[in-house]
């Protein structure tokens, strides 16, 4: 799968920009994308024991992942081991046709059978559809924090799902 690194970090530089503001200057951006969305990032993610990557595919073409960090703290989440999803991304020519659902459930389902966790979520804040997504699959808005992309200080909402057991006992 290390050799999907190259074609995840082509597709990654080309959605990223479209979960964030219209308005983001394109350096910034630009910054971002050359640190984080590297073929080198993405193998590193690929070759960690903490992470999943679940990856969609049409016609041999990256049309949508989902990066899993089994666990990754985050001072605002209370739990000893949250996982993360980070970096759900779906071609916008794709949405609306069930892949996101497909990703997130597949990143739910591997993170039930390996435990019982809190799962936590980083998403801009203005991005209502993306939030709409997440609320459907049980995240809830927990708190906010700060997301620089290159030197642009973005607000992000924080999401949390507790485990279906917690949920239960929620409602």
Known sequence: MTDDAEALSAFAAAVFP???PPSADPLDLAHYIAAELTAKCFRAWIENPNAILFVAEMADQICGYVLVLRSSWHPQIEDAAPAELRKLY???????SGIADELVRQALTSLERDRRAAVWLSVFSENSRAIAFYKKWGFR?????????????????LMRRDPPVAQQERA
Request: cysteine-free; glycine content about 18%; overall charge neutral.
């Open 90 to 96: 779906v071609a916008p020519a794709r949405h609306g």
């Open 141 to 157: 808005t927990v708190g906010t924090q700060l997301f620089l992309v290159g030197s642009d200080p973005q607000r992000d909402f």
């Open 18 to 20: 479209l979960g964030g």
